[in-house]
């Protein structure tokens, strides 16, 4: 016998109940952001390692320990750990924001090297929006309004929380840095490893770490909002101001940094307590210098990105029901000569309505093919005999409830089938 070849640890199939649960969140998500104006982009899940240490920065975890990289003939690939520096680059190379400020959206795998647990996958799925050449804060709430509005219609608000934090601009990023550094030093031998390595690259980093103990060091630690020049000051505020008039209610965490080197102003996440550890669901914010970083002209940004699996998993928790796969319709022959017919009744159906139909196949006697319709798990029987097939009509047995069964013209069966109802 051949050996066999277990699936790669971290990774998963998804068989029709899960992807149910994950396709239902993306399509929540595609709907709402096309209302919005937001257009659809479809990204390569791979590209060379230099965008994603460039764009992320090579002292996040994202890049320094969780990517999947490989040398090819001539560069270092890696399949993207996110999407913003996929959806960057390839506005870059439309040109896209040129006289222009395109919004859009995308959906798909990521990949990262990270222990695998429940929410926690190496690869998993992501839904991201990206706007493009907005400088003001009226676009940063109108993202989280359009994640509110999809929280809304997945029946998750009430379980989900927002924080949000500003950054300030460069100016007041390297006040605060040199102000953190200082304070920090102090505590050089007391913070844990990543931490230590983290105060020569990238010490707003530490802010983010879970170690316990650097925690409690990082409590006394200099706060970013008294380090904000004006600038910043009036884009907190007025982004803040613009989130009451959406009527969104959120929390100030001084210590949000988000996982990323690229952001600016105002950050975000949403958070819920029903998914124990992995209680991150989103998060975002704004990036106006990654353009001109990943070797684009100047150009304001902002975006956000929704983790599908978690949001799929906490509506699981709360019993949220998902579209069920299975047929709506099986249609039978009750012998093989009436096996063209049913097939023609099927084919006829598909394109006269919405139903989800199935046709027995494998013959069988007639018990064997009414358990297999019933196994099917389908809601009503297209029974099809001799005498069916010779008048041009179907026999609707119902399979889930106690109805008679009733025997009509083909011509009828929509209308029939929608009255069932």
């Known amino acids: 016998m051949p050996e066999r070849s277990p699936l790669v640890r971290g990774m998963r199939d998804l068989y029709a109940e899960e992807l149910a649960s994950i396709r239902i969140v993306e399509s929540v998500f595609g709907d709402t952001l096309k209302s919005y104006g937001y257009e659809h982009i479809r990204l390569p899940t791979m590209e060379r390692t230099a965008l994603f240490s460039r764009g992320i920065g090579e002292s996040t975890d994202a890049v320094a320990k969780e990517m999947f990289s490989f040398d090819d ?87 989900i929380t927002l924080e949000v934090n500003s950054l300030g601009n460069t100016a007041s990023r390297i006040r605060h840095r040199d102000a953190l550094v200082e304070y920090l030093e102090g505590y050089r031998e007391d913070l844990d490893a990543d931490s230590q390595k983290r105060l020569e690259l990238n010490p707003l980093r530490i802010l983010d770490s879970k170690n316990e103990h650097t925690q409690q060091i990082i409590e006394r630690a200099p706060n970013m909002s008294d380090y904000l020049d004006d600038e910043s000051k009036r884009h907190f505020d007025e982004f803040q101001e613009r989130l009451v008039r959406f009527d969104i ?133 297209l029974i099809i005999g001799a005498q069916e097939a010779a008048s041009n009509q179907v026999s609707l047995k119902w399979l889930r409830i106690n109805r008679e069964q009733v025997t009509v013209p083909v011509t009828d069966l929509p209308t029939t089938l929608l009255n069932s109802n």
């Open 73 to 159: 003939e001539t560069d270092s690939l890696s399949l993207r750990p996110e999407g913003t520096a996929s959806c960057v680059r390839a506005v870059i190379d439309a040109n896209m924001y040129r006289g222009n400020q395109p919004k859009l959206w995308y959906v798909g795998s990521m990949f990262r090297h990270e222990r695998p647990q429940l929410g926690r996958y190496r690869e998993f799925y992501q839904v991201g929006a990206e706007a493009f050449g907005f400088n003001g804060p009226d676009v940063d709430a109108e993202l989280i309004r359009i994640v509110q509005d999809v929280w809304e219609r997945l029946e998750v608000n009430e379980e």
């Open 249 to 381: 209610r959120a929390t100030m965490n001084p210590r949000l940094v988000r996982g990323l080197d690229y952001y600016t102003h105002a950050v975000f996440e949403w958070n819920t307590e029903r998914l124990g550890a992995q209680k991150q669901v989103g998060g975002g914010g704004r990036y106006d210098g990654l353009c001109e970083l990943l070797g684009g002209a100047p150009c304001a940004a902002a975006g956000f990105a929704i983790g599908v699996d978690r949001v799929a998993l906490l509506r699981n928790e709360l019993g949220l029901s998902t579209p069920s796969y299975t047929p709506d319709v099986y249609v039978l022959a009750l012998s093989d000569d009436e096996d063209e017919y049913a097939r023609q009744v099927a084919a006829q159906l598909r394109t006269t309505s919405s139903y989800s139909v199935r046709v027995h196949q494998g013959g069988g006697k007639v018990k064997a093919r009414m358990r297999a319709a019933d196994r099917s798990g389908a809601r009503i029987a």
